[in-house]
C-alpha cells in the first residue's frame, strides 16, 4: 500500500489592499474643501463633496477651481491640471451619492452627535468594506462608530493644517478597528504623501493633546500675570528659547478661538486636572474674537478688555505695575507639564515611543528637528 506525502501549505501573502477608487467628503468648510482637494490631486479619482447647503457646496468647488488655477499659474500643477483636477471634484446634499465610493472622511463641526449622525448616513449607500474616517482633532473615534452597522472599519485619519503643507496624519485606531481597515488606511495615507504615526484611541491624540496642555500652562500665567499688572505679551513670549514657529497665542489664532476653545473643553472633560479652562479664551470664544493679538504683536483691544475682565481681580487705575515677568520660571513651568504629559501618553500607550511623539510635533506642529524631546531637559 502506496503512501502519499502531503506537501505543507505555503502561507498565504497577506492581501494586498484594494485601491481607493472614489473618495467621498463629508462637509464643504475650509478643512473639508482642503481634503478634497488633496484626494483629488493626489489620487486622481472621483472626489464627492456633501453638505446640506447647495450653497456652501458651490462655493466649496469654487473656492477649490480658484486655487487650483492659482497652483497652475505659479507653475506649481502643469498646463491643463487645474481643469482635469477640478473636474474630478463634484458637490452634492444628498448621502445616496456616495454609493460606490471606497473611502467617506467627514471633516465638519467637533460635535459628536452630529459626526454619527452624518457617519450613519453615509453608512447606508456604501459597501460594508468601504472606510469610514473622520478628521476629528480631540473626540473619541469609537464613541463616533457605535451605533453602525461596521464599527470595524471607522478609522481616525487626522490631518493638520494647512493640509497641503503639513505631512502629518495621525492615525487613529479603535479597539474595534480591523487589521484589513488600518491597512486600507495607511494605504491611503501613503498614496496622499502623508507620513502616518498611529496613534490609540484618547483625547487628544498627540499633537492636541500637547499643545493644549501647553497652552493651559501659558493662558494661567497670562491671567495671573494680567491679575497682577504685568504684561500679559512677556507670557507670551516666554518660550522663546525654544525655537517654536509660533508664540502660543498666535497659535491659538492661527487655529481659531472657538475652535481651541472646543478642544481644551474636551480636554478638560478628560482630564480637569491637568486641562483647567480658561476663562479669558472661554470669555473670547463666546464673545466671537478671533483674534487675540494685534497687527503689532499686543494685545487686540477687545481680546485685552476681555482679558481684564476674566481675572479675578482688577489692578486699580493708576496702581503699580506688577513685577517684571520671570520668563524663565514660565518657561520650566511648560516644560515640566508637558514632560509630564508626554510620559502619562507613553504609559497609556497612546504612542509606542517618545520618537512617534517627537516625528508628530514636528511633522504636525512645526517643531524644531528633534521634536519635543529635546526640549524637556530641564534647564542648567
Not at 16 to 34: F, K, N
Not at 74 to 94: C, M, S
Request: hydrophobic content about 50%; glycine content about 6%; some cysteine.
Amino acid at each position: 500500500m502506496s503512501h502519499t506525502t502531503l506537501a505543507s501549505p505555503t502561507p498565504a501573502a497577506p492581501a494586498t489592499p484594494a485601491p481607493v477608487r472614489s473618495v467621498g467628503v463629508i462637509g464643504a468648510g475650509l478643512m473639508a474643501s482642503q481634503l478634497a482637494m488633496l484626494f483629488a490631486q493626489q489620487l486622481r479619482v472621483p472626489v464627492t463633496m456633501s453638505d446640506l447647503s447647495a450653497e456652501r457646496v458651490e462655493a466649496a468647488l469654487a473656492g477649490i477651481r480658484s486655487r487650483l488655477e492659482r497652483a497652475e499659474s505659479r507653475g506649481r500643477l502643469a498646463q491643463g491640471e487645474a481643469d482635469e483636477i477640478a473636474a474630478l471634484v463634484t458637490g452634492t446634499t444628498d448621502p445616496a451619492d456616495f454609493a460606490g465610493c471606497d473611502a467617506v472622511i467627514e471633516a465638519v463641526f467637533e460635535e459628536l452627535a452630529v459626526k454619527r449622525q452624518v457617519f450613519a448616513a453615509a453608512e447606508a449607500h456604501i459597501a460594508p468594506d468601504a472606510l469610514l474616517l473622520t478628521n476629528t482633532s480631540s473626540l473619541s473615534v469609537l464613541a463616533m462608530a457605535e451605533g453602525l452597522a461596521h464599527p470595524e472599519r471607522v478609522v481616525g485619519f487626522h490631518f493638520f493644517n494647512p493640509v497641503a503643507v503639513l505631512p502629518l496624519l495621525e492615525l487613529v485606531r479603535t479597539p474595534v478597528a480591523s487589521d484589513k481597515a488600518m491597512s486600507r488606511a495607511m494605504e491611503l495615507a501613503a498614496a496622499l504623501g502623508k507620513t502616518a504615526v498611529q496613534v490609540a484611541d484618547a483625547p487628544g491624540f498627540v499633537v492636541n493633546r500637547l499643545l493644549t496642555r501647553l497652552f493651559a500652562e501659558v493662558l494661567a500665567e497670562i491671567e495671573a500675570t494680567a491679575e497682577a499688572g504685568g504684561d500679559p505679551i512677556a507670557v507670551d513670549r516666554a518660550l522663546g528659547a525654544w525655537n517654536l514657529p509660533m508664540t502660543p497665542l498666535t497659535l491659538i489664532d492661527y487655529i481659531g478661538t472657538a475652535v481651541q476653545q472646543h478642544i481644551c473643553a474636551t480636554m478638560h472633560a478628560a482630564y480637569p486636572d491637568r486641562f483647567p479652562l480658561s476663562p479669558w479664551l472661554a470669555a473670547a470664544a463666546d464673545a466671537g474674537v478671533k483674534r487675540l493679538l494685534a497687527a503689532d504683536g499686543g494685545l487686540a483691544p477687545d481680546a485685552a478688555d476681555l482679558l481684564t475682565r476674566s481675572v479675578a481681580a482688577l489692578t486699580p487705575p493708576g496702581a503699580a505695575q506688577g513685577e517684571p515677568v520671570d520668563q524663565r520660571r514660565v518657561l520650566e513651568r511648560v516644560r515640566a507639564a508637558l514632560a509630564e504629559e508626554a510620559g502619562i501618553m507613553l504609559s497609556e500607550g497612546v504612542v509606542a515611543s517618545d520618537e512617534d511623539i517627537d516625528r508628530c510635533m514636528v511633522l504636525g506642529a512645526n517643531y524644531p528637528a528633534g521634536g519635543l524631546t529635546p526640549l524637556l531637559e530641564p534647564q542648567s
